[in-house]
T-cell receptor, first 116, second 116 residues
Framework: LAKTTQPISMDSYEGQEVNITCSHNNIATNDYITWYQQFPSQGPRFIIQ???TKVTNEVASLFIPADRKSSTLSLPRVSLSDTAVYYC?????????????????FGKGTKLSVIP | DAGVTQSPTHLIKTRGQHVTLRCSPI?????VSWYQQVLGQGPQFIFQ???????GRGNFPDRFSARQFPNYSSELNVNALLLGDSALYLC???????????????FGQGTRLTVV
């Protein structure tokens, strides 16, 4: 599974757009890019997933350049409730080995602090 | 519909003891995965079960074991507890044994295990 690199932390004011970039230089052809959000003492929650170009849903956008070696999670007009840790994951697209395994590989994530 | 439920929510054990953690997946989900999250780190994959069979195992010692029951609920067992086993243990369920990342894994709130 490809290794990911994210900033350890970011600060933003309420109402601003936040962009969190993740590097994944060794991404494989079959790999998808997925972002999870985690609040303290809770399990991670799926935000968005993409393979290439741009994906948008009701909470975020995901930008993936043509070489797919990085991706950017964009959170529009953040609020205090968006304060959380955001994880970038790369993988999937094919069984890991043998019969296959649903295994998520998390890095350390980016701690986003939204300031009033 | 109920989400992924885990019990107990908090637990304090003494070094050398044994612990059993329980997880009930979302109704209809046949895959259950277990993750360990140490404070300040991302979740680390321990096991995945699908249809009562082990489908994946992370880099954890043999003191860690798990099983899945006919109703798809699961138990994680840890023997000979060490101080370093103190962590948030997360259970995730999904509807299939393998699929591209992001389609989605649903996490429970976790069990906070403290070993003293």
């Amino acid at each position: 599974l490809a290794k990911t690199t994210q900033p350890i932390s970011m600060d933003s004011y309420e109402g601003q757009e936040v962009n969190i970039t993740c590097s994944h230089n060794n991404i494989a052809t079959n790999d998808y890019i997925t972002w999870y959000q985690q609040f303290p003492s809770q399990g991670p929650r799926f935000i968005i997933q993409g393979y290439k170009t741009k994906v948008t849903n009701e909470v975020a956008s995901l930008f993936i350049p043509a070489d797919r070696k990085s991706s950017t999670l964009s959170l529009p007009r953040v609020s205090l409730s968006d304060t959380a840790v955001y994880y970038c994951l790369v993988g999937g697209g094919a069984p890991n080995s043998g019969a296959g395994s649903y295994q998520l590989t998390f890095g350390k994530g980016t701690k986003l602090s939204v300031i009033p | 519909d109920a989400g992924v439920t885990q019990s107990p929510t908090h637990l304090i054990k003494t070094r050398g003891q044994h612990v059993t953690l329980r997880c009930s997946p979302i109704s209809g989900h046949k895959s259950v995965s277990w993750y360990q999250q140490v404070l300040g780190q991302g979740p680390q994959f321990i096991f995945q079960y699908y249809e009562k069979e082990e489908r994946g195992r992370g880099n954890f010692p043999d003191r860690f074991s798990a099983r899945q029951f006919p109703n798809y609920s699961s138990e994680l067992n840890v023997n000979a507890l060490l101080l370093g086993d103190s962590a948030l243990y997360l259970c995730a369920s999904s509807s299939r044994d393998w699929e591209p990342l992001g389609t989605e894994a649903f996490f429970g709130q976790g069990t906070r295990l403290t070993v003293v």
